[in-house]
């Protein structure tokens, strides 16, 4: 199984850039679709931006623009870099691996990585 540890998080005020790592140890992530989760306190996880294997890229309409999700297969890392951060953005951000493209769950996740946006 796969490893993920997530890095980069932080307070931030609005307007700001944060850029989020994930390292993967014990396999190699270009073997996974990657994405980047988040959760808000008192609300369900919901999804942030994907990427598949071959570097396809997918986001939720709350970010589309904003955020840049990336992977480095050689560094064994996918990053998202996150600009003009808004309040709303604050929440844990979790990096998860999906075993193929086409997995609509996710199989391994991280332990979080707490983003806060100050108004």
């Known amino acids: 199984q796969v490893q993920l540890v997530e890095f980069g998080g932080g307070l931030v005020q609005a307007g700001g850039p944060l850029r989020l790592s994930c390292a993967a140890s014990r396999r190699t992530l270009s073997s996974y679709a990657m994405g980047w989760l988040r959760q808000a306190p008192g609300k369900a996880r919901e999804f942030v931006a994907r990427?598949?294997?071959?570097?396809?890229?997918s986001y939720a309409d709350s970010v589309k623009g904003r955020f840049t999700i990336s992977r480095d297969n050689a560094k064994n890392t996918v990053y998202l870099q996150m600009n003009s951060l808004k309040p709303e953005d604050t929440a844990t951000y979790y990096c998860?691996?999906?075993?193929?493209?086409?997995?609509?769950?996710?199989?391994?996740w991280g332990q979080g990585t707490q983003v806060t946006v100050s108004s």
């Open positions: 998860a691996a999906a075993l193929s493209d086409y997995a609509l769950g996710y199989t391994y």
């Open positions: 990427v598949s294997r071959s570097g396809g890229t």
